[in-house]
């Protein structure tokens, strides 16, 4: 995944083409979902991809498709981050719901649970493979400095 993950990152072309025919369900939905939701936030770009920021702080972020949407308190881990997942959905196309976004909800919202009844995950972020492949193509490939 890491070659495909470069050449991705560096190819706009490519990226576009794999998210918009191979990766075009979570697209269209996260370019849907991102018109929605325009009152509660503001659209920029990051390495050539369009991202919301949302108008208050919400400590999390996550990525549909060739989008991505943060908090107003968001850092460059991510955006980074978040990116690498826009990355994922052009390689694994219709597999990315199954094989990253489900899973990286439910584990988001499972961590939540565990710290709001005073338990720290016994686990990083980024040691399950899709977030620190995320994580990874993200750091490693980030175009606009």
Request: hydrophobic share 45%; glycine share 8%.
């Amino acid at each position: 995944m890491d070659k495909l993950g470069k050449k991705l990152a560096h190819k706009k072309i490519l990226y576009y083409i794999l998210n918009f025919t191979w990766g075009i369900l979570l697209t269209l939905l996260g370019y849907f979902l991102m018109l929605i939701l325009l009152p509660f936030g503001k659209v920029k770009r990051f390495n050539y991809v369009l991202y919301l920021t949302f108008n208050r702080r919400t400590g999390w972020g996550f990525a549909m498709g060739a989008v991505f949407f943060v908090g107003k308190d968001y850092n460059t881990f991510m955006l980074n981050h978040e990116y690498g997942h826009t990355v994922q959905n052009a390689i694994l196309g219709p597999f990315m719901i199954f094989l990253v976004a489900i899973p990286s909800a439910i584990r988001f919202w499972y961590r939540n649970f565990l710290r709001s009844i005073k338990i720290n995950p016994k686990t990083f972020y980024d040691d399950i493979w899709f977030e620190g492949n995320a994580t990874y193509i993200g750091d490693t490939y980030y175009i606009e400095k």
